[in-house]
Nanobody, 118 residues
Framework: VQLQAFGGGLVQPGGSLRLSCAAS????????MGWYRQAPGKQRELVAI???????NYAASVKGRFTISRDNAKNTVYLQMNSLKPEDTAIYYCYAKAYNGITIDTYWGQGTLVTVSS
């Protein structure tokens, strides 16, 4: 399973960005997708999860500002980020839990940089 993320960039504080991440490959089914981020000098942290039943969970720091959604038919997860703050600056990594016919494994995308700055 390969994941490719899109949508990062430079945005001013208070602005919005939408990230997307598409999974591709053969003979797999998605069991949940989500986003982590890693800011310079900090550990990777969970941002948002879209679970296998499409329920969602968010980090406290982004709740109310970010919205995660998933299109199961396209094997794609989205992260709508509103009211962005400088502290949201990070590399955002998408992941997917996918059943490959034998086991459920976790797969990672390459990361996309989000910079919030005036």
């Amino acid at each position: 399973v390969q994941l490719q993320a899109f949508g990062g960039g430079l945005v001013q504080p208070g602005g919005s960005l939408r990230l997307s991440c598409a999974a591709s490959g053969s003979r797999f089914s998605i069991n949940g997708m989500g986003w982590y981020r890693q800011a310079p000098g900090k550990q990777r942290e969970l941002v948002a999860i879209n679970n296998s039943d499409f329920s969602t969970n968010y980090a406290a720091s982004v709740k109310g500002r970010f919205t995660i959604s998933r299109d199961n038919a396209k094997n794609t997860v989205y992260l709508q980020m509103n009211s962005l703050k400088p502290e949201d600056t990070a590399i955002y990594y998408c992941y997917a839990k996918a059943y490959n016919g034998i086991t459920i494994d976790t797969y990672w995308g390459q990361g996309t940089l989000v910079t919030v700055s005036s």
